[in-house]
């Protein structure tokens, strides 16, 4: 017994380093201009970096499931499966957020600036639950149609929406840690906030089909 723990641990140790290091390669392009431009002035190549490395935390969910295989193998295979839908999502999310830095823009000079900040604050944190459960939910089915993905995200970000927070939070946590260390947040920091945010989206996607199932 003692022995199957420590190699669960040894197991789960070289997962996150696998992960660590795949995520640092597929994510290269926007971790450089993150680290050495200033990302307000260059946002069109950050956005387009973003949308580039998207494809890599469906790949990262995918180790995470199949964590019993050779991570760097199931990681390359759920980035095979997963790149187009990812990309096209991570697409999706990044106009979302160019409007709504323009309307952040826009208002904040008004009359109503602080509500409206308040109102938008709301609507990011919908439209970033959503785009992290969707992605979780084209880790767990490759082939399902994006609309359906995101569909089934919005849903279940609302109904499990404490989950929602802690997995928010958890990746906050991680661009904190790498605004100011960004070798240890790379190094030892995203794969657990992304562990984190993969367990509370799952759990959030089977308990709601869960109950689809169940229901007369």
């Given at each position: 017994m003692r022995f199957e723990k420590?190699?669960?641990?040894?197991d789960a140790l070289g997962t996150a380093l696998a992960v660590n290091l795949l995520l640092v390669v597929t994510s290269a392009p926007l971790l450089v201009l993150l680290v050495l431009t200033d990302a307000f002035e260059t946002w069109p190549l950050v956005a387009l970096?973003?949308?580039?490395?998207?494809p890599g935390l469906t790949a990262a969910f995918t180790a995470f499931r199949r964590s019993d295989e050779n991570p760097f193998r199931a990681?390359?295979?759920?980035y095979r499966a997963t790149w187009t839908r990812a990309s096209l999502l991570a697409l999706w999310l990044v106009a979302a957020a160019a409007v709504l830095a323009v309307d952040a823009r826009f208002f904040a000079d008004g009359p109503f600036a602080q509500a409206a900040m308040v109102v938008l604050a709301v609507v990011v944190v919908l439209v970033a639950g959503t785009g992290l459960l969707a992605l979780a939910a084209i880790a767990e089915e490759p082939t399902i149609r994006l609309r359906d993905a995101v569909r089934l995200a919005a849903w279940c970000g609302l109904r499990r929406w404490y989950l929602t927070l802690v997995s928010l939070a958890a990746l906050v946590v991680f661009a904190v840690l790498f605004i100011n260390i960004p070798l240890l947040a790379l190094s030892a920091g995203a794969s657990p906030?992304?562990?984190?945010?993969?367990?509370?989206s799952r759990f959030s996607l089977r308990a709601t089909q869960v109950a689809a199932d169940s229901a007369p």
């Open positions: 420590i190699q669960n641990a040894m970096a973003a949308v580039v490395a998207a990681f390359l295979s759920g906030a992304l562990y984190v945010a993969w367990t509370n």
